[in-house]
Nanobody
Framework: DVQLQASGGGLVQPGGSLRLSCAAS????????IGWFRQAPGKEREGVSC????????FYADSVKGRFTISRDNAKNTVYLQMNSLKPEDTAVYYC??????????????????????WGQGTLVTVSS
């Protein structure tokens, strides 16, 4: 069975940090790009970041550039999202997803949910004092 297990969410004060993890199983992890999405209450799901299969290419939403860093460890079938300088507007359920698409396509379309083949359950991040 394909599984994507997101973890690491929690309550953090503004300015704080969290590291999310996405552990994958049931498919050839090295062949897939992994994206992070988030959905705040009453809002649509939005793309946060994406890392290509080799880890050499990454994409970020403008709202998180300079604060979030995505990385992957293919030996552990895991992708990480290091989130620093967190703001209340970062509060959301965060999801990870896997895409078999290549860089030429995801360079333009990584923010679109339809480009991803597998999805995990979410992990809640709450930024509040």
């Amino acid at each position: 069975d394909v599984q994507l297990q997101a973890s690491g969410g929690g309550l953090v004060q503004p300015g704080g940090s969290l590291r999310l993890s996405c552990a994958a199983s049931g498919f050839t992890f090295d062949d897939y790009a992994i994206g992070w999405f988030r959905q705040a209450p009453g809002k649509e799901r939005e793309g946060v970041s994406c890392i290509m299969s080799s880890g050499g290419t990454t994409f970020y939403a403008d709202s998180v550039k300079g604060r979030f860093t995505i990385s992957r460890d293919n030996a552990k079938n895991t992708v990480y999202l290091q989130m620093n300088s967190l703001k209340p507007e970062d509060t959301a359920v965060y999801y990870c997803a896997a895409s078999r698409k290549g860089t030429p396509r995801l360079f333009r379309l990584w923010v679109l949910s339809r480009e991803y083949d597998y999805w995990g359950q979410g992990t809640l991040v709450t930024v509040s004092s």
